[in-house]
Structures are given as C-alpha cells and as structure tokens.
C-alpha cells in the first residue's frame, strides 16, 4: 500500500474524499436514539459504484445494527459487488474502525487488496483481520 490508497492489483487512485462524503452524507439517515452516536459507512465497489449505509438502534440495544451491517443489505441488495475501498464516520467526523462483527461482513465482501480509512491511516483487511474465517474454509465441509 502506498500513501496516495493504491491498492494492489488497482489501476486507480481511490477517491477518499468522494467516499468520505458519502458517509457523511449515509450518517444524516442514522436511527439512533440510544446511543445518540450517529454513523455512517461507505464502500467503493469494484466497478465504481459507492454504497452506503447507516447505523439503525432498537429498543432492545443488543439488536443494534452497525452502520456496516446496512450498508451491506445495501450492497447486496444493489446487485452485490466487492468492495475496494471502505470507509466510516461518526458526528464528530473521526474515522471509525469497524467493530469486530462488521470486519467479518466486509470480510465476505471484500475485492483482493481491499483498503480501509482508518485514523492511522490506510490499512489493509487482512490488517485489520488476520487469519480471517471465510467462504474458502467452507469449500470442503
Ligand atoms: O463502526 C461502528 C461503530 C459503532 N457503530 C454504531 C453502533 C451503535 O448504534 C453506535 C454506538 O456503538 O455506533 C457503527 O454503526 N459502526
Ligand atoms: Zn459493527
């Protein structure tokens, strides 16, 4: 990885920014009286596309789903794709981290080089979540 978010194997320079503010934008939608913590999260997918998504609380808090949890119904629901670049915001602006859950939903998503926004910069998935149970370890069952 270089500093300007080259992934491997990608021609392209990714657009932060464009993904940033789509995030941003994703994070207005946020249902989230519990916590009062709006989020949202953004993916560049492999063929251009940005899908978004935000965090969506219950009652029962537990139920809570991750701005990243909607973003990949989003995903899926948009015709599917892999994801290239990611990236998630809160109110304040900071760069989040994807919780450990999430990181296994964009995990099953992700393009070969798949690159994260992080608040010490860009990261890799396989960074993020090493040795990571996938659709390859259910091959042969
Ligand atoms: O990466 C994150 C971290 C937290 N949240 C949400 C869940 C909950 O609604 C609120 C507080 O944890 O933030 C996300 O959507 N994504
Ligand atoms: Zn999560």
């Excluded at 932060?16 to 995030?23: D, I, K, P, V």
């Excluded at 949890?69 to 900071?94: E, S």
């Amino acid at each position: 990885m270089d500093t300007t978010g080259r992934a491997s194997g990608a021609p392209e320079t990714i657009d932060w920014e464009a993904l940033r503010q789509a995030a941003a934008a994703a994070m207005g939608r946020s249902y989230s009286p519990y916590s009062k913590y709006p989020v949202g999260a953004a993916a560049l997918l492999d063929d251009g596309r940005i899908v978004s998504g935000c965090n969506v609380e219950n009652a029962s808090y537990g139920l809570t789903l991750c701005a990243e949890c909607t973003m990949v119904g989003a995903l899926q629901m948009g015709g599917g794709g892999r994801i290239r670049a990611f990236y998630c915001v809160d109110a304040a602006g900071a760069v989040l981290m994807p919780c450990g859950r999430c990181r296994q939903l964009l995990y099953e998503f992700r393009s070969p080089g798949m690159v994260l926004m992080t608040g010490r910069g860009i990261k890799t998935m396989d960074e993020i979540l090493p040795d990571a149970f996938g659709p390859e370890n259910l091959e042969n069952h």
